[in-house]
């Protein structure tokens, strides 16, 4: 809330794309408050870094299949990589 009023206020930023920002942001907050760190897994032959099982994904896209709006799968803290149950499977 803090950052959405200092966008208008310091800024001047349209309100409407404030808002936009700060759901967005909200968004965000609740998918890495959602990583399971107790199922970590590695698959070097599609992605080079650690992927956390991730339960709030909501209108994230499959970085394997292209499926879209997965709601949960595995996601890559460092780069926004995604990647669907079944692909995993």
């Known amino acids: 809330m803090i950052l959405y009023l200092i966008l208008n206020l310091k800024l ?3 309100p409407k794309l404030s ?9 965000q907050e609740k998918i890495n408050n959602s990583f399971d760190n107790s199922r ?7 992605h080079s870094h650690e992927l ?8 994230h896209k499959c970085d394997v ?10 996601r890559c803290k460092d780069c ?6 079944d692909c995993y499977k």
């Not at 991730?54 to 209108?59: S, V």
């Open 40 to 46: 970590k897994i590695y698959i070097q032959d599609i």
């Open 12 to 14: 001047n930023m349209d």
């Open 65 to 74: 299949c292209s499926k879209k709006e997965i709601k949960e799968g595995y």
């Open 52 to 59: 956390i099982f991730n339960n709030a994904l909501d209108t």
């Open 80 to 85: 926004d990589f995604d990647l669907c149950l």
């Open 19 to 27: 808002i936009l920002f700060y759901k967005w942001q909200e968004k």
